[in-house]
T-cell receptor
Framework: AQKVTQAQTEISVVEKEDVTLDCVYE???????LFWYKQPPSGELVFLIR??????QNEISGRYSWNFQKSTSSFNFTITASQVVDSAVYFC????????????FGRGTQLTVWP | SAVISQKPSRDICQRGTSLTIQCQVD?????MFWYRQQPGQSLTLIAT?????????ESGFVIDKFPISRPNLTFSTLTVSNMSPEDSSIYLC?????????????FGPGTRLTVL
């Protein structure tokens, strides 16, 4: 069975602090995909990143970075120097290689960045 | 990335009525899906919208309650039938394979449905 756990329900930080959002996944598939999405208060789901199971390179995009570790089945997301506009719910999701589009979502982490 | 639009963006409906939600993509896509996000919850896949054939439903979702159409590669509709307050959710269209971005998955802006 596929499962995604985001243990942090809510996180509050002050602007300019770094924050890491945790994501742990479970799957027996050898080919799978991991995603992060941002859902601001307006409700739309914004795509942030997709990683393949066979690519463990960490990725950095501006203030965002992702740490993928297959050994611990984790795909953590770090925001450096957080800003108020980063306030949103962040979802981690798992997709199976055999069935594109069928994503299994975590429960989300509500991040609040205070000025 | 694909530009995905949904209509309506929000609606308030009476119990027992039906609402049809439209999803339009600005380019042909490989696959289209419908997800539901109940208040304060995560997203759950309702079904895969198959072009020219019946949709493939996930466990717990049935065609009579959520009929889906996909007449071409850029358009799909989801109907929420015989609504009850428990159907109050955000309904999101999702696409894979837009603009040649194989494996990239994007979501529409969502339709906020409130059933009284």
């Amino acid at each position: 069975a596929q499962k995604v756990t985001q243990a942090q329900t809510e996180i509050s930080v002050v602007e300019k602090e770094d924050v890491t959002l945790d994501c742990v996944y479970e799957t027996r598939d050898t080919t799978y995909y991991l995603f992060w999405y941002k859902q601001p208060p307006s409700g739309e789901l914004v795509f942030l990143i997709r990683r393949n199971s066979f690519d463990e390179q960490n990725e950095i995009s501006g203030r965002y970075s992702w740490n993928f570790q297959k050994s611990t089945s984790s795909f953590n997301f770090t925001i450096t120097a957080s800003q108020v506009v980063d306030s949103a719910v962040y979802f981690c999701a798992l997709g199976r290689g055999s069935t594109l589009g069928r994503l299994y979502f975590g429960r989300g982490t509500q991040l609040t960045v205070w000025p | 990335s694909a530009v995905i639009s949904q209509k309506p963006s929000r609606d308030i409906c009476q119990r027992g009525t039906s609402l049809t939600i439209q999803c339009q993509v600005d380019s042909q896509v490989t696959m289209m899906f419908w997800y539901r996000q109940q208040p304060g919850q995560s997203l759950t896949l309702i079904a895969t919208a198959n072009q020219g054939s019946e949709a493939t439903y996930e466990s717990g979702f049935v065609i009579d309650k959520f009929p889906i159409s996909r007449p071409n590669l850029t358009f799909s509709t989801l109907t929420v039938s015989n609504m009850s307050p428990e159907d109050s959710s955000i309904y999101l269209c999702s696409v894979v394979g837009a603009g040649g971005a194989y494996n990239e998955q994007f979501f529409g802006p969502g339709t906020r449905l409130t059933v009284l």
